[in-house]
């Protein structure tokens, strides 16, 4: 599956992407408790770092999903580390999923099928994926496209690992 160049850009600085996190974890604090966090790598840890700190969360797993493979177009799934099965005991009840975005929402259905019971979060939201969340903080056009901090310097910064490839 490929998707469309996105129409218009949507950058975020550090600053905004930790005011927004923050803004998310105000928002769960009312919706645990939550035993644990399921983060979605990579996009998830930021964000489930900074949630982890403001909701005093010690717990945290990852589940690695590959579905943008080269920054531009979303393709085949890829479960690249599965989540442990004690914290997917009773469908996740108590466990908080984090990302920084559901786009199309295929990501976030691998997950919900797994843990049918968590709760969702996101700090950006796009309106084919919005359904599957439970907790977001900004909801984007689906032909946004966000640029994250950590894609960022002066211009769009390619991964390290792979410039080193590339010669």
Sequence with gaps: MSSPKPDKAFPVSWDQFHRDARALAWRLSGSGPFNAIVCITRGGLVPAA?????????????????????????????????????LAENGGEGILVVDDLVDTGSTARVVRDRLPKAHFATVYAKPLGRPLVDTFITEVSQDTWIYFPWDMGLAFQPPIAQESTAG
């Excluded at 982890?52 to 393709?75: P, W």
């Design 50 to 86: 900074i949630i982890s700190r403001e909701l005093g969360i010690r717990m945290i797993e990852t589940v690695c999903i590959a579905s943008y493979h080269d920054y531009k177009t979303q393709s085949g799934l890829m479960v690249l580390k599965d989540i442990d099965d004690k």
